[in-house]
Every structure is written in C-alpha cells, then in structure tokens.
C-alpha cells in the first residue's frame, strides 16, 4: 500500500515503472503479507473456525520454508526496482511488523535470514515503536519520569531504518 502511495506522488510514472511495481508487490509481497498475517493469527483463526492459510502446507517446517523463500523472493525483486532502498525496506519492515513479538524459531530465523542485513534495524525498530508506544498510552507505566513518550509517525521510523540501512550498506561495501 506505502509503495502505491509513494507512486501517487509520482506525475507520470510510466508503464514500465508499473508494469515493474505490480510484478514485485502483487503476488510476491502480497502473498508474504497474507502468510505472515496467517501466522501471526494462527490461533485466533482456530478459536474462530477460520482458514488458516500457513496451516494450509504440509508441516510447520514446510510453512517455514515457503515463508523464506517467499521472503527472498520479494526482497530481491524489491532490489530491482527503481528506488530499490525504498521497496526492500518496506518488505523488511512490513515482515518485521508480523515476527517481532513471535518467539524465535525456524519459521522467524529463515525469513529474517532471507531480509539479509535489513533485519535488524528494521526488527529494532518495530521493537523500539512498540515499547514508545507502550510508554505514551500509559500501558507501561509511563516514561520515566512520569514524562509523556515523543509520537513516533511512520514516517520517522522510516527514515530511521532506511538511513540504518544505508549505512550498514555502506559498511559492508567499504570492508
């Protein structure tokens, strides 16, 4: 949807630009997306009678294995779209949005294997957003000091990750 939004913005962004977006965002993205969300809702699918579509493969390391290579996937064809960083910190943000409050297991360790070196900031953040927002809706006690927590909007915690993420890039290539 961010990517959609991004491209609004865009005067006349081409056909091949297009043609380009839908090939990456729909069904790689997507279907990452839907899997990550069946995941995370896995048991309040089963209290409701609902269908379950990670519940759908074979076995829990099956579901883990296509979540991955789902993952790698759409990262890499993120990579090849213009504004590259953009797309595949969003891949990595949204992924990151789902596992953060999963426990680690098999199913989290190879799809944030398949992130490579966005995983990390991007997971910190999400954490980082959770714990602010826990602090300034009171739900932790406050932030110390009785002081409110600053509003975190999306938009700065995507600079954030994105300017983490060009530097690691930065690091790496420089090493």
């Not at 595949?88 to 989290?108: D, G, N, P, Q, R």
Request: charged content about 20%; hydrophobic content about 50%; overall charge negative.
């Amino acid at each position: 949807m961010l990517a959609l939004i991004a491209l609004a913005a865009d005067p006349s962004p081409g056909a091949a630009t297009l043609d380009a977006l839908e090939d990456v965002y729909f069904p790689w993205v997507g279907a990452l997306h839907s899997l990550l969300d069946s995941v995370v809702d896995r048991d309040e699918d089963a209290a409701g009678g609902q269908l379950n579509l990670a519940g759908c493969y074979g076995s829990p390391a099956e579901a883990a294995t296509r979540l991955r290579l789902l993952a790698a996937a759409a990262r890499a064809r993120a990579s090849a779209l213009p504004g590259a960083d953009k797309h595949e910190l969003l891949v990595a943000a949204m992924v990151c949005h789902y596992l953060v409050e999963l426990e680690h297991s098999a199913l989290t360790a190879g799809v944030y294997e398949a992130l490579g070196g966005l995983a990390r900031p991007a997971r910190t953040l999400v954490r980082a957003h959770g714990v602010l927002r826990r602090f300034s809706t009171g739900r932790a006690g406050g932030a110390p000091g009785g002081r409110s927590a600053p509003a975190v909007t999306p938009a700065c915690e995507f600079e954030v990750v994105r300017v983490r993420a060009l530097e690691q890039r930065s690091d790496a290539r420089a090493a």
